[in-house]
């Protein structure tokens, strides 16, 4: 049935789109700001019309790489415990996360406060659950100290945000080793 074809093939391209974005966005020194979106359309193999009738607006795409972002890092939690022990997941997970972070970092610098808020408090307790669970079942195996839950972690994570971003590769994966550290049980 051509009309099925073609709604897969609208999904494909926007995930094309979204990924050659997030692409952009991780890359070091990539602003948001900078991120061209006829550009975007090229990599992604289809003509600006596409793009646009998916994302009429930078501020549109950026948000949907958020919440795509977000999605894939919560998913990762029931694969990571299914094929690491807790503190091990949770340590994957957390490296994963610094990709979010940057992520977060460029769209956050990119899209007004007011839009970003709205973005942002519509999904961040997402990102809670999922670090609820990994910390529950560390806690469960005896991997993790039983005081620590997910806010402390989080208040700990913030710390990502200050990382200036030459130094952001080496920094933010030594912060995620010296919060797992802390998470241990004495």
Not at 28 to 46: E, M, P, Q
Request: with cysteine.
């Amino acid at each position: 049935m051509p009309g099925r074809e073609r709604r897969s093939d609208a999904a494909a391209n926007r995930e094309r789109i979204i990924e050659v974005a997030r692409t952009e966005l991780s890359r070091s020194n990539r602003a948001a700001a900078d991120l061209k979106l006829h550009a975007v359309a090229k990599s992604a193999g289809v003509g600006q019309g596409t793009l646009y009738r998916h994302f009429p607006t930078r501020e549109h795409l950026l948000a949907e790489v958020y919440r795509d972002e977000l999605t894939q890092l919560v998913d990762a939690v029931a694969p990571l415990l299914a094929e690491h022990p807790p503190l091990r997941a949770l340590t994957c997970w957390l490296e994963r996360l610094v990709e979010y972070a940057r992520v977060k970092r460029g769209v956050m610098a990119a899209i007004e406060a007011s839009a970003w808020q709205d973005l942002y408090s519509g999904q961040h307790h997402r990102l809670d659950e999922a670090l609820g669970t990994l910390l529950e079942r560390g806690k469960a195996a005896g991997q993790v100290r039983d005081e620590v839950d997910a806010a402390d972690v989080i208040l700990l994570l913030g710390a990502l945000s200050r990382i200036p971003e030459p130094d952001w590769d080496t920094r933010a994966h030594r912060l995620v080793a010296v919060i797992v550290a802390g998470l241990r049980p004495r």
